[in-house]
Nanobody
């Protein structure tokens, strides 16, 4: 059974940093890529960052140069380091494995506000 548990969100001032963590179980983590998505109030869920099983990464234009996605296969965990946060980054953040079926965790709230 696939389970995804996101954590690390919180309230941060503009310009601050947060590190999100997604702990995954129920599948062979090292064989699949992982993604981070976010959904702001009243908006559709959007793709933020992707990492494939070889470690190649890609980012939405809005976060390039500020966010970094990484994986630790030994811990079955994917991270999202978020720097230089802006109010527009406020959203619930979700991780998603590149599996044939869609699986989502409960998400973690990130609020960027002074």
């Amino acid at each position: 059974q696939v389970q995804l548990v996101e954590s690390g969100g919180g309230l941060v001032q503009p310009g601050g940093s947060l590190r999100l963590t997604c702990a995954a179980t129920g599948f062979t983590f090292s064989r699949y890529g992982m993604s981070w998505y976010r959904q702001a109030p009243g908006k559709e869920r959007e793709l933020v960052a992707v990492i494939d099983s070889a470690g190649y990464t890609n980012y939405a234009d809005s976060v390039k140069g500020r966010f970094t996605i990484s994986m630790d296969n030994a811990k079955n965990t994917v991270y999202l380091q978020m720097n230089s946060l802006k109010p527009d980054d406020t959203a619930v953040y979700y991780c998603r494995p590149a599996l044939p079926r869609d699986y989502w965790g409960q998400g973690t709230q990130v609020t960027v506000s002074s």
